[in-house]
């Protein structure tokens, strides 16, 4: 006779040998029916947020962990009541009265996690999985289950919002942000919680104030920031500004006489941390500059806006440089390599995954388009809009950050010139993107007001030559410089 046994689930290795993870929001409460694959939580790597499904069919009998709180993979993080063979109770270590191969056919085979959301008009994405016998970890150690790939099918898009952005210097659309309840139960007797963000609850945790007695003025009753301080008489923020302020402002603002703010150093500013100082005390930068007149780059750039081929694709100037720099890089092949300490080898790519630095809400990431070498200038267009976009929503995957072999910074969006790029781990070259300034600049003889702009290239002197750096510099100075001189490097 079937009964109902429990079944936890443990936090999973999400595919990038990653030893901890964040509870952002859970998606399901105790008592709440789920299905297989159901999304049930956001959990926040070092690198990104990631959809986090049920590996169960059932009941959620009890959520071990708070938002907030920084799980060790292979730690409960929810407890399932499901249908069984017998009466007795089991848990994901294959604990219990049945065993754990038996466990493992009862389980669901395949779980996918880390589904990035996108447009309706948009194809589906790649989206690495991990198989659920995952359970089978133990507490002590980290799941082993093997990684796989599967297509996953694009959501519906939601209504969104558009914001201001730093990347490209053009605006973008943000998914709205989801409200979170302010508790893990339900009770039969209460009202519906109040609807809240994270930070928004330590906020409120911070001023001492009841969630419960706030009005939302958000999207769908959303309780923002601006309605905490207005509750406490502190609000100072216009409501026009607020979904900007979410943006540029994640840390809370000071309680009324507070002299400093201690926000903990974890997730995605953690890794940046930590990643930047390796690559900064690991490998010796060399960086070199070269200011060139790029008025014939955006002379090219208007044309191909208002050409038919063009129509309805996004054209900056990053995407003219972004394929500018794989045409360089055809004939300086050391700019697109790794130095391996474990092999004492170099490895030379014949590929180019293209990273593109972005700020976004959680903070810099560097996604990065695989075989960017290989795509056309409308390929190139659309993958650039599609990373973007992607990484501003703050649904970066962590596939889309691992894996990169050479990066663009575009640091003239914040009107800056130049400067000296930190190399993203693992990649021999890093190029700064400088303002476009009109300036007296000498043409043909003469002084014009011409479209200027510099460019910041820093190398690992260990793979790159300053010959080899300052002629990768030279040739791509070169094609901005002429957009026909491409054709003499293909």
């Given at each position: ?8 689930f443990?936090?999973p290795d ?5 030893t901890?993870?964040e509870i ?6 105790v008592g ?10 956001e ?12 590996p ?7 959520l ?7 799980v060790?993979v ?6 399932f009541?499901v249908e ?31 589904a ?5 008009g ?7 999985s ?11 150690g980290?799941?082993s289950?093997?990684?796989?790939e ?7 898009a939601?209504?969104?919002?558009t ?6 210097g ?5 998914e709205p942000l ?6 893990t ?6 009202a ?23 009005t939302g003025?958000?999207e ?9 301080r207005?509750?406490?008489g ?7 500004s ?10 809370p603002?000071p309680?009324?006489?507070e002299?400093e703010?201690?926000t903990?150093i974890?997730?995605?500013r953690k890794?940046t941390a ?21 008025t014939?780059t955006m ?10 081929a063009?129509a309805g ?5 990053l ?7 794989l045409?360089a890089?055809k ?5 697109n390599?790794r130095?391996?300490?474990?092999t ?6 014949n590929?180019?995954n293209l990273?593109?630095a972005?700020?976004t809400?959680?903070?810099?990431t560097?996604p990065?388009i695989k ?5 056309s200038?409308?390929?190139?267009s ?8 992607t990484a ?5 995957s962590?596939?889309e ?7 663009i910074?575009?640091?003239g969006?914040f ?9 993203n781990?693992?990649e021999a070259?890093i190029?700064?993107?400088?303002a ?18 510099t460019l910041?290239l820093?190398?690992d ?6 010959e080899?750096g300052s ?15 491409a054709l003499?490097?293909?």
């Amino acid at each position: 006779m079937s009964a109902t046994m429990i079944k936890e689930f443990r936090l999973p290795d999400l595919g990038e040998g990653l030893t901890e993870s964040e509870i952002v929001a859970w998606k399901v409460a105790v008592g709440d029916t789920v299905a297989l694959n159901q999304i049930i939580a956001e959990v926040e790597t070092a690198k990104a947020v990631v959809e986090l499904p049920s590996p169960f069919a059932g009941v959620v009998a009890a959520l071990h962990e708070q938002p907030g709180s920084v799980v060790e993979v292979g730690k409960p993080i929810v407890s399932f009541e499901v249908e069984g063979d017998d009466g007795g109770s089991g848990s994901a270590d294959g604990s219990g009265s049945g065993a754990e191969e038996a466990a493992a056919k009862r389980e669901p085979n395949l779980v996918g996690y880390g589904a990035v959301l996108e447009s309706s008009g948009r194809p589906a994405r790649r989206a690495r999985s991990f198989a659920a016998p995952v359970a089978a970890a133990t507490a002590a150690g980290t799941a082993s289950a093997p990684v796989a790939e599967r297509t996953e099918a694009a959501p519906a898009a939601p209504a969104r919002t558009t914001v201001a952005g730093p990347l490209a210097g053009e605006s973008f659309t943000r998914e709205p942000l989801t409200a979170e309840p302010l508790t893990t139960e339900r009770s039969p007797t209460s009202a519906e919680r109040p609807r809240s963000t994270p930070p928004v609850r330590k906020l409120a945790k911070d001023l001492g104030v009841d969630l419960a007695l706030v009005t939302g003025t958000g999207e769908f009753g959303l309780i923002t920031r601006e309605d905490v301080r207005n509750f406490v008489g502190g609000g100072d923020l216009p409501v026009a500004s607020r979904d900007l302020a979410a943006v540029s402002s994640p840390a809370p603002a000071p309680a009324q006489g507070e002299r400093e703010i201690r926000t903990p150093i974890k997730g995605v500013r953690k890794f940046t941390a930590a990643a930047m100082v390796s690559s900064a005390f690991t490998a010796p930068h060399v960086t070199e500059f070269l200011t060139i007149d790029v008025t014939p780059t955006m002379e090219l750039l208007a044309r191909l806006k208002a050409s038919r081929a063009f129509a309805g694709y996004k054209l900056t100037p990053l995407t003219i440089v972004a394929k500018a720099v794989l045409i360089a890089l055809k004939n300086h092949p050391t700019l697109n390599t790794r130095w391996d300490d474990a092999t004492q080898e170099i490895v030379q790519y014949n590929y180019v995954n293209l990273g593109i630095a972005a700020a976004t809400p959680r903070g810099l990431t560097v996604p990065n388009i695989k075989d960017a070498d290989r795509m056309s200038l409308l390929e190139l267009s659309t993958a650039l809009t599609e990373l973007t976009d992607t990484a501003r929503a703050g649904k970066t995957s962590p596939a889309e950050l691992s894996g990169g072999t050479i990066s663009i910074t575009n640091i003239g969006v914040f009107g800056i010139d130049a400067g000296t790029p930190i190399l993203n781990p693992g990649e021999a070259a890093i190029l700064a993107l400088g303002a476009v300034r009109k300036m007296p600049w000498e043409y043909q003889d003469e002084v014009a007001l011409r479209q200027v702009m510099t460019l910041s290239l820093s190398f690992d002197h260990r793979l790159v030559d300053g010959e080899q750096g300052s002629r990768f510099l030279q040739d791509l100075g070169a094609i901005l410089s002429d957009p026909g001189m491409a054709l003499a490097m293909v």
